[in-house]
């Protein structure tokens, strides 16, 4: 596969990383950007061959986007892939090389950057870009792009059950005192929400949902059967799978979402289709955001600060 010319610019890479949420978000924003100016995405997973990662972070993309475009481990895009602007060695050998290209650094997260949809010019993409502004253009597109498929038979027995329902709510608790994800630097920054964020947006469905059934979602459901013990019409989603989407599916066809300061729970309410859907999440994303105003979510989902 062919992806230079002779004056040595770049195909348009997304230098992606995170967790499956977070590789949504990145994904959407380049795919937006390059419909707009005619360009191909190609994905970098450079970072997911480092040890630090996690199972729970591996590179899911391909396993979920059709079509998708990995870059190739040729020796000439291993090339190209190690050209990351934002390491010293990657700027080196864009500097020793005459690299025409620039990539486009997020400068802030959680907030749009217009900027980068007005310059053509732009061979890759850094960032989280965590905002739907960025993806609100090919919106639909993003929504048949994705397929959540469902293979777990415990994942399959709850979609039934949701699906035979018609006043679903999914309820997602993460809890950051889990040793893999609830380092330090991750409390700081996603923040932690009582169990009073979570009894405001439940008496919120109450009021305008007839007779919902609640499904908690979480990666201690142990932790989670002991927090929300006295919620009523509660069923708690524990299943043994080995695909890092089926709880974003099975919460995406719930009727409405309560979320939690989470990218993968934030996509879960996304791709739900239903258009009289109720969309709840805490307004302090985080402590790096607490009292600020950001562009994370969409218009019209409700916040509760709490």
């Avoid at 990995?70 to 050998?93: A, C, D, E, M, Y």
């Avoid at 709510?169 to 040793?179: E, F, L, N």
């Amino acid at each position: 596969m062919n992806l230079y010319n002779k004056h040595k610019e770049l195909p348009f890479i997304l230098y992606i990383t995170g967790g499956i949420g977070n590789q949504l978000f990145q994904f959407a924003t380049a795919y937006a950007y390059a419909k707009m100016h005619k360009k191909k995405v190609y994905i970098n997973i450079d970072n997911y061959s480092w040890a630090r990662w996690s199972e729970n972070l591996g590179f899911d993309l391909d396993k979920i986007i059709s079509p998708l475009y990995v870059l190739p481990k040729s020796k000439w895009t291993i090339f190209v892939s190690k050209s990351n602007p934002n390491n010293l060695i990657g700027r080196i050998i864009r500097k020793l090389f005459w690299m025409k290209g620039t990539v486009f650094i997020e400068k802030q997260n959680f907030f749009y950057e217009k900027s980068l949809f007005l310059n053509d010019s732009w061979d890759g993409l850094l960032g989280y870009f965590q905002s739907p502004f960025y993806f609100e253009s090919v919106r639909e597109e993003i929504g048949t792009m994705i397929k959540l498929k469902i293979y777990s038979q415990g994942a399959i027995n709850y979609k039934n059950k949701i699906t035979s329902l018609k006043s679903a709510v999914a309820i997602h608790y993460r809890d950051y005192s889990d040793p893999i994800t609830g380092s330090e630097k991750t409390k700081i920054y996603h923040g932690e929400h009582s169990l009073n964020y979570y009894k405001k947006a439940i008496d919120i469905v109450n009021k305008k949902v007839n007779n919902p059934i609640f499904f908690i979602f979480s990666n201690d459901i142990n932790s989670a059967k002991l927090k929300f013990s006295e919620i009523k019409d509660v069923n708690f989603i524990d299943y043994q799978s080995k695909f890092n989407w089926e709880d974003m599916a099975l919460m995406s066809i719930c009727e409405h979402n309560i979320i939690c300061n989470s990218s993968y729970s934030w996509w879960a309410a996304y791709l739900n289709t239903n258009p009289q859907k109720i969309v709840i999440a805490p307004e302090n994303w985080g402590e790096l955001l607490k009292g600020k105003d950001n562009d994370l979510f969409p218009k019209e989902w409700l916040l509760i600060n709490a």
